[in-house]
């Protein structure tokens, strides 16, 4: 609800004729008057803006009871304002063949005799109605740039090639901001080298299509470029806050479906003894760690001494993706491995010997304890799965899943639970009550499977 004689960003920007960003750009770099209120957030004053606008005489904007002209039906005329010579100003004769209107000026085009299309702006300056084909426009947008530019006296807006651009938002955002900003930098060169100097402005959805093409024709998944097609959009929205663009190119470009490429690598029991067994003693140690607490390889690798509290019991999970702290208990496993004695000034509990330090690269030996054991298309990553669909077939409710795992939602957890073949037979053989409801054919799965269909505990009668 809207405090009486203040206006909210998007009333102002539907006031001026203006984007929310561009009213946050304004606000940004002091040039429009505006207040904070407690619990109100931005608002602006009606007088403030009134005064504002008297005495920004170059970017003077047409009174409201002037726009409605602007968006007239066709063929219909204006009146005379008061004290005005002269005869009615009529819309220009002829059929549109289209016309959009913005609130404060209109855009419309008609083909000249050689069968091009020219684009004509209709606005007003001055309280004068002006009527005028477009010095340089090839499309609507283009025409609407300079509608804007000549209503509002707005500069053009500033060009900068992609390569440019790419290297402001990796030091300026990237950097500063995301831990994943190496990830970031390895997928910007393979943009650089297909955009080069390209202007922003000049970057369409069909030439993201063939970026993309072109990356699977080189053999990349389905699933990677979909991160490159993430990063454009986040890039482009930002050039677009920076007053770069008017337009994100890559936002009716849609993402591919990774479904397939869910992976579902569960670890057994044998094949985690022969890993173990096959496992130098860090990676060992490294490996039951991640298979009792689901912690992700990052979090193991920096976890320090001062987050673990035998006393209590708990791990205390920092350095998450998600940037929030979590809790892990220590079970029997996990307190018989960390009661081994430490080495003084010991910081990280996974010490590199050699280093000093943590370890900074575990795939080399994990590879090589894989390859030894004979476990082929195991992950790392793998052994969260495992420790996640454990604990569901013990009976943990997917909640208490969550909460370990340090997910944000549910649905996000229901990637890593999976459920096996036995716990897929036991579920539907836990619907048979009695031997005399089994079909001859569901008797030879009771001998061949034993207590995977569960015996009967009524009678006949009973059933009946």
Known sequence: MTVQGLLTVKELSSFLGVSPCTVYRMVRKGEIPFIRRQGLGLRF??????????????????????LASLTMPLGSTMKKSHGETGGTSEMPKGKFKSRRNFGFGAVYVRKSSSGNPRY????????????????????FEDAYAELRQAVFKEPEKKRVSFSTFADEYLEDYAKPTKKSWKADNVRLKKLKKYFKETDLRLITPMEIERF??????????????????????????????????????????????????LKERILTDEEEQKL????CDHMRDIVTFALNTGMRLGEILNLTWANVDMKSGIIKVEFTKSGKTRIVPI????????????????????????????????????????????????????????????????????????????????LVTQRYVHSDE????????????????????????????????????TSPESVN
């Open 276 to 279: 173990l067994e096959s496992c």
């Open 45 to 66: 004053k009606r007088e403030d803006i009134d005064v504002w606008l008297e005495k920004s005489k170059s970017r003077s904007l047409p009174k409201l009871s002037d």
């Open 120 to 139: 004509y702006l209709d606005y007003l300056e001055n309280g004068k109605r002006i009527q005028r084909v477009s010095r340089r426009a090839a499309s």
């Open 212 to 261: 993309r093409s072109s990356l699977l024709a080189k053999g990349q998944q389905k699933s990677t470029t979909n991160r490159s097609l993430a990063l454009l959009k986040r890039m482009f929205n930002l050039a677009i806050e920076e007053g770069y663009m008017e337009v994100n190119p890559a936002r009716k470009v849609k993402m591919f479906s990774e479904a397939e490429n």
């Open 331 to 410: 079970n029997q496993m996990l307190r018989k491995m960390l009661a081994r004695p430490r080495k003084r000034g010991e910081v990280y509990v996974f010490t590199n010997p050699d280093s000093k330090d943590r370890f900074r690269e575990t795939k080399r030996s994990f590879k090589t304890g894989c390859r030894k054991a004979g476990i082929v298309g195991l992950r790392f990553h793998d052994l969260r799965h495992t420790f996640a669909s454990r604990l569901v077939r013990n009976g943990v409710d997917i909640g208490t899943v969550r909460k370990l795992l340090g997910h944000s939602t549910l």
């Open 422 to 457: 036995s716990m897929l037979r036991s579920a539907v053989g836990s619907l048979v009550r009695s031997e005399s409801l089994l079909h001859p054919c569901d008797m030879d799965v009771r001998e061949k499977f034993g207590p995977e269909i569960p015996t009967p505990v």
